[in-house]
């Protein structure tokens, strides 16, 4: 649900030359970012598919830090996935530099790709804790004034050096996908969606509520 969505609203863009940048997230969206992205080919005229991809440009709202391939990076799980990237453009976040080094990049580079893209789409995940991208409650991405933050996560079962996009880039999204499938993310989703009392007025507890101040937000749950 959801899929065939917003695989038409890339191909639209696409078709009426427009320059897309495609957000991707990870976990549990992985396996939906390879459906989107079949999708997406599937709607395409062969003879001009080549053509029609090249003002595709994809990357990820967030990644984890490491050596490049290493088994927890959002990247290196999309290509174990299947996403075929194939004549599309592609943003990675983990060069072979250093922390701060890889940091700063990321930054400079998503900067210029959100300068000249015509439409930006963030694709969105929940985690059960309620975090969207690799901002985690109660986490220095929250208040970060520029549009990447580079931190060290202290939770357990989570000790990621991440770096991720800041509510900054969040709010220059044009439209925003979100998909937060099964039951451990209900009771975030009843957060986002109003259903816990006062409760949505806690953006570090449950980072997940900067969704209501970005625009045009599809959820799917």
Partial sequence: MGIKTLADRIVSALNNDKKVLWLLSGGSNIDISVKVMSAVRDLMNESDKKKVLSNLTVSLVDERYGVLGHKDSNWKQLEDAGFDFENINTVAVLRGSSFDETV?????????????????????????????????????????????????????????????FTPKVLSMTDESYVFAFGESKKEAVDVLMGAKGDAHLDF?????LLLRKMDSVRVYF
Avoid: M, W
Avoid at 136 to 155: E, H, I, M, T
Avoid at 204 to 208: G, R, T, Y
């Fill in 104 to 164: 700063s990049d990321f930054q400079k580079n998503i900067s210029s790709e959100l300068d000249k893209s015509d439409l930006v789409i963030a694709q969105i995940g929940i985690s059960s804790d309620g975090h969207i991208a690799g901002i985690l409650p109660f986490s220095p991405a929250l208040k970060s004034q520029d549009l990447v933050c580079g931190y060290r996560s202290n939770v357990p079962g989570k000790p990621f050096e991440r770096i991720t």
């Fill in 204 to 208: 570090e507890k449950f980072p997940c």
